[in-house]
């Protein structure tokens, strides 16, 4: 499993977060919504310290992760972070 970021992404993670190099961003399973793997939850993002890394990827110094205990949502899939071009959010998909 790994978590992909795209160009948009990481330069939206700039702009909107300001996260710089030290920066730990933290995907997690959150109550409401529903995934293609799961109906009633959904993905959640943070800036937050991490406790037991489970999945990461560093981009110039910035820690993009997803905690072990969350790693259940992902169903054994990537993680893809990209940016909706009409509302200019972030969106996310799942890749085998």
Not at 9 to 23: I, P, S, T, Y
Not at 38 to 49: A, D, K, V
């Amino acid at each position: 499993m790994e978590i992909k970021l795209s160009e948009k992404a990481l330069n939206w993670f700039k702009q909107e977060m300001e996260v710089e190099k030290g920066d730990f961003i933290r995907f997690y399973a959150r109550y409401g919504g529903s995934t293609p793997f799961h109906e009633g939850f959904s993905l959640g993002m943070t800036r937050e310290q991490p406790h037991e890394i489970g999945v990461e990827t560093v981009v110039e110094g910035i820690h993009y992760y997803i905690e072990k205990s969350d790693e259940w949502f992902f169903n054994e899939h990537h993680l893809v972070v990209d940016v909706d071009n009409s509302s200019d959010e972030l969106r996310y998909s799942y890749e085998n």
